[in-house]
C-alpha cells in the first residue's frame, strides 16, 4: 500500500471495514483496561485488604503511566509504525489483565502486582487512545466528525457490555473466582490485535508533511483545545472511576444494582449521546453544545452530591455520563479541523491532555475524600465540580477568538 494522504471516496472497501471495526475492538479493549480495576476495589478492600489510599495509587498509576505512553508515543510512534504499535498495546493489555486475575490472588504482595499489572494496561491503553483516532481519520470517508463520535461510542459500549458480563460473571463464579474475570477479557485484545496483523492502515499526513511540533506548541488555539480535553477527561473519569465505590459505600447500594444504575448507565447514555451524534452530528454545532454539555456536567455532579435518596443519587451519576459525552471526541474534531496537519504528534498531545484530565480528576475526588471523612466521596465529587465549569470557560474563550462550528 502507497504512503500519503488516503484520498476521500464515498464508500469504504472492504478492507477498510475490518480496520474500522478493529478500531471500535480497540476502543472497546480500552474500556476494559481503564474500568477492570475500578469494578472490583471494593473486592480489592474486603479480599486483598488494600486501603483506600492503595486504590487511589492505582488510579493514578493508570492514568500516569498513560500519560508516559502518550509522551513517548509523540516521539516513536511514526517511527515504529501504526501497526506495530497497535499489536504491541493488543498484547500489554492481555498481560496486564492475565496479571491482575491469575497473579494477584496468588501473591503475598498484591498491591506490587496489581501496580506492574496497571503499568501493562496503561502502555496498552495509552497506545490505543494516541493510535485509534488518526487511524479512523485516515481512513478514506468524508465527514470525519461523525465517525470520530460514533467511535468514541465504542468505548462507552464497551464499558456496558464489560460491566454486564463482569456483574454476571462475579455472579456466577462467586466473588471468590474474581480473578476469572480478568483472564477471560484478556482473550479480546488478543483476537483483536491478531486483526489487526492482517487490516489496512493507512498514514494521516503524508511522511515529511506533518507540522512541526515546535510549529504546533506555538498555536494559541492547540493548546486551549488541549486544555478542553484536560477538562474533559477529568470530569469524565471522575465519576467514571468512583461511581462503582460511590454507589456502595456513600449511597449504600447493593453492589449489582449499584454497578447497573451507576457506572453501567452513566456509559449507556455516554455511548447514546455519541452514537446519535455520529449518526445526526451534522444538526450540532460544536461549541454550543460544548457548553451545554458543560452545564449539565455541573448539574449531574450536585445531583449526586446532595441527593436526599439513593435513586436520586444514581440518577446524577447516570446524567454525567450524558453530560461527558461529545467533550472528548469533540475536542478532537475541533483540533482536526482547526489543524489538518496536525498528523500523528497532535493526537498524541491530546491524548495526553486528556490522558492528565484522566490522572488529576479521579486525584482530587480521592483527596478531597480524605480530607473530609464526614462527607466521604460526596466531598470529592462536589470538587470535581471545578472541572466542566473551567470547560465552559475555556470554550467560551474559544468562541470569542474565533468562529468554529
Not at 484530565?357 to 462527607?375: D, I, K, N, R
Amino acid at each position: 500500500m502507497k504512503k500519503g494522504r488516503v484520498k476521500p471516496m464515498e464508500r469504504l472497501s472492504s478492507g477498510y471495514r475490518w480496520t474500522i471495526w478493529a478500531c471500535y475492538g480497540g476502543y472497546i479493549v480500552q474500556a476494559v483496561v481503564n474500568n477492570i480495576s475500578p469494578l472490583l476495589f471494593v473486592l480489592y478492600q474486603t479480599r486483598l485488604g488494600l486501603s483506600l489510599g492503595s486504590i487511589s495509587l492505582l488510579i493514578a498509576a493508570n492514568f500516569g503511566f498513560q500519560i508516559i505512553t502518550d509522551l513517548l508515543a509523540v516521539r516513536y510512534a511514526d517511527r515504529l509504525g501504526y501497526r506495530r504499535c497497535m499489536v504491541l498495546a493488543h498484547l500489554c493489555a492481555a498481560a496486564g489483565l492475565v496479571g491482575i486475575g491469575l497473579l494477584t490472588p496468588l501473591s503475598s504482595r498484591p498491591l506490587l502486582v496489581l501496580l506492574l499489572s496497571t503499568l501493562l494496561n496503561a502502555v496498552g491503553g495509552g497506545l490505543l487512545e494516541v493510535l485509534v483516532s488518526p487511524i479512523v481519520e485516515a481512513v478514506p470517508s468524508k465527514e470525519k466528525d461523525k465517525a470520530m463520535s460514533l467511535l468514541h461510542s465504542f468505548y462507552c459500549w464497551g464499558c456496558v457490555a464489560f460491566i454486564l458480563l463482569t456483574t454476571l460473571g462475579l455472579r456466577l463464579a462467586g466473588e471468590e473466582n474474581w480473578g476469572l474475570i480478568p483472564c477471560f477479557w484478556a482473550l479480546l485484545p488478543l483476537v483483536n490485535g491478531f486483526v489487526f496483523t492482517k487490516v489496512p492502515i493507512g498514514r494521516l499526513v503524508a511522511e515529511g508533511e506533518e507540522l512541526p511540533l515546535k510549529k504546533l506548541s506555538s498555536m494559541k488555539m492547540f493548546w486551549l483545545l488541549a486544555a478542553v480535553m484536560v477538562c474533559a477527561g477529568a470530569a469524565e473519569q471522575s465519576m467514571s472511576q468512583w461511581a462503582s465505590y460511590f454507589a456502595e459505600t456513600a449511597l449504600g447500594v447493593d453492589k449489582t444494582m449499584g454497578d447497573l444504575l451507576g457506572p453501567c448507565a452513566f456509559a449507556v447514555l455516554m455511548g447514546g449521546a455519541r452514537a446519535f451524534y455520529g449518526a445526526s452530528g451534522e444538526r450540532l454545532r460544536l461549541i454550543p453544545a460544548l457548553m451545554c454539555s458543560g452545564g449539565l456536567c455541573v448539574v449531574s455532579y450536585l445531583l449526586a452530591v446532595f441527593a436526599p435518596h439513593p435513586l436520586i443519587g444514581l440518577l446524577g451519576c447516570a446524567l454525567c455520563g450524558l453530560s461527558v459525552a461529545l467533550m472528548w471526541p469533540g475536542a478532537i474534531s475541533l483540533s482536526a479541523a482547526a489543524c489538518p496537519a496536525g498528523g500523528t504528534a497532535m493526537f498524541a498531545l491530546l491524548a495526553l491532555a486528556g490522558d492528565l484530565g484522566c490522572f488529576t480528576g479521579p486525584q482530587l475526588v480521592g483527596l478531597a475524600a480524605e480530607l473530609s471523612p464526614e462527607m466521604g466521596l460526596r466531598a470529592g465529587l462536589l470538587a470535581a465540580v471545578v472541572f466542566p465549569g473551567l470547560l465552559m470557560a475555556v470554550v467560551g474563550s474559544i468562541s470569542r477568538g474565533k468562529k468554529i462550528p
